[in-house]
Each structure stands twice: as C-alpha cells, then as structure tokens.
C-alpha cells in the first residue's frame, strides 16, 4: 500500500550580497573600483524574478498590482508596482532580438498558415494574430483585423503558400492558396 503527499517546499529569497574592493587615491582624490565579476547582474533583481515576473504579468495575464502581491506573498520578495513595469520592460528588451529573429523565420518560409480571433486589450476590442509555420509560431495583438497585420506577420517578399480561413484581410496575397 502507498500513499503519496505532494507538497510545494517552503519559498525563500536568495539574496547574494556582491562587494567591490574600492580606494581613494590619496593624492588626486580619484576613486578606483574593481570591476565587477562576470554574470553578476547589474539591477537588483535575478533573471529567476524577471522570468516569475514575466511570466505573471504576461502567460497569466496578471495585472501588475497582483503580482506585486504574489511575489510578496508566495515569493517573499517586496517590490513596488513600478518594479513590476520596469521589470516587464527589461524582459521585452531581452526578447526583442528573438522575437524579430521568430519573425523574420516567418517571411522566409514555404508555408505558413495565418489566422486572427478576437481579443481584449485593456477596455478595446482588438485581434489576436498567429503566423504558423513547421518551426516558429509569431503571435501579435493589434487593434485592427486589416491586411496590413497580415502583410506584417508575413513581410512584404513572402513567396510561399499561404493557408487561410480566406477572411478578406488575406487577399493582397497574389500566390496560390491551400
């Protein structure tokens, strides 16, 4: 017979404390400090509370004020609401090359496959979009349903077979449809 508990262990911060060995010349005043050691990060907060951070504010959809709360009541880690936003920056700043690299992938595929469904953004109706090929799936919410959000998703030089609902939107596309 066996009986199993499944428990989440007690959450507790890591705070690792970095220190600089530092002087001031005696004779000019100038002050010289080591430089710092190789992947220390350079704000306050480790890339584990920027992905938890993320990762809230973003798959979860929370709002930043209940995240704030989580990180404190789950995580143990206080910070305001404009951490949570300069955190959410940092992480946009972080995706942004991949994010353009998953996009540019899209326009040079053979096939691709695009759709849109409605979405909110904040108190707007707007539109999700989803470019689909074999290896990368590139997602964008804008406001407009038009055919400029697909040309973007696709790119302007995109030669290869598109797979469609045949919304009107899809119609600048001159190639053959699947």
């Not at 050691?37 to 480790?46: A, E, F, R």
């Not at 709002?63 to 609401?81: F, L, N, P, Y």
């Not at 904040?122 to 964008?140: H, I």
């Not at 040309?151 to 939107?169: C, K, N, P, Q």
Request: aromatic share 10%; glycine share 8%; with cysteine.
């Amino acid at each position: 017979f066996r009986h199993q508990v499944i428990e989440i262990p007690p959450i507790k911060p890591v705070i690792t404390e970095y220190r600089w060995h530092q002087l001031v010349c005696p004779e000019c005043g100038e002050t010289t400090r080591a430089p710092w050691p190789d992947g220390v990060p350079s704000g306050t907060y480790g890339p584990r509370v920027h992905a938890t951070v993320a990762l809230c504010t973003g798959s979860y959809r929370l709002s930043k004020r209940t995240t704030q709360q989580m990180m404190d009541d789950v995580c143990g880690i206080s910070m305001s609401v404009g951490t949570v936003s300069q955190l959410e920056r940092a992480t946009t700043g972080v995706l942004a090359a991949p994010v353009e690299e998953a996009r540019t992938y899209v326009h040079e595929q053979k096939v691709a496959h695009l759709d849109e469904t409605s979405w909110r953004q904040g108190d707007k109706g707007a539109w999700l979009w989803v470019a689909v090929t074999m290896w990368v799936t590139v997602f964008v919410v804008r406001l407009s349903r038009g055919g400029l959000v697909a040309r973007e998703l696709l790119g302007e030089t995109f030669a290869g077979i598109l797979v469609t609902d045949r919304y009107s939107a899809y119609n600048w596309y001159p190639v053959r449809w699947r």
